[in-house]
T-cell receptor
């Protein structure tokens, strides 16, 4: 069974630009959640999608948004990038949601210059 | 607000000895706790979990202890092996609608 796939692996953007990250969950998994990892802050929960609907949301500004498609693939978008958005963005999938162990992708390393 | 805290950024242990990683939380509504392990350039992988109705869960060399009154959990690895060297994250979940992670502890097991 293929694991969680995130693309691209690395991304370099400049301030003010916008970026879209992609996540393909494990086949059969309907829940996709997104996390931001920065040194010293650990993993911070961004949001969770289930059956194309945002079900849960963390404490991030509206510049961070996402969506989920009918095949459960998910995208995360960050608009008006700031230097502080530089981080590793991880997505995770599970069958039904945050009530079970999550399977993580390898992440997208975003650098904002 | 950091509701899940791992106060030790790093830990170094000799091979064969016990590794104890600690985690504190502030929200008494958390009902499920998990530990994840992360190697460089890879996503975190699930290690072990414990429900708030239990105080101990064991899986091979890994044991998680939960002390609800102290809002503290710990992960014990016995015996520690060099392959256990990684960053360990504890996570806490509340009612299936929120997942909080600690900042992580980098474990180094020396041969």
């Amino acid at each position: 069974k293929a694991g969680v796939t995130q693309t691209p692996r690395y991304l370099i953007k400049t301030r003010g630009q916008q970026v879209t990250l992609s996540c393909s969950p494990i086949s059969g998994h309907r829940s996709v959640s997104w996390y931001q990892q920065t040194p010293g802050q650990g993993l911070q929960f961004l949001f969770e999608y289930f059956s194309e609907t945002q079900r849960n949301k963390g404490n991030f500004p509206g510049r961070f948004s996402g969506r989920q498609f009918s095949n459960s693939r998910s995208e995360m978008n960050v608009s008006t990038l700031e230097l502080g958005d530089s981080a590793l963005y991880l997505c995770a999938s599970s069958v039904t949601g945050l009530n079970e162990k999550l399977f993580f992708g390898s992440g997208t390393q975003l650098s904002v210059l | 607000d950091q509701q899940v805290k791992q106060n030790s950024p790093s830990l170094s242990v000799q091979e064969g000895r016990i590794s104890i990683l600690n985690c504190d939380y502030t929200n008494s509504m958390f009902d499920y706790f998990l530990w994840y392990k992360k190697y460089p350039a890879e996503g975190p992988t699930f290690l072990i979990s414990i429900s708030s109705i239990k105080d101990k869960n064991e899986d091979g060399r890994f044991t998680v202890f939960l002390n609800k009154s102290a809002k503290h959990l710990s992960l014990h690895i016995v015996p520690s092996q060099p392959g256990d060297s990684a960053v360990y994250f504890c996570a806490a979940r509340r009612n299936n609608n929120d997942m909080r992670f600690g900042a992580g502890t980098r474990l180094t097991v020396k041969p």
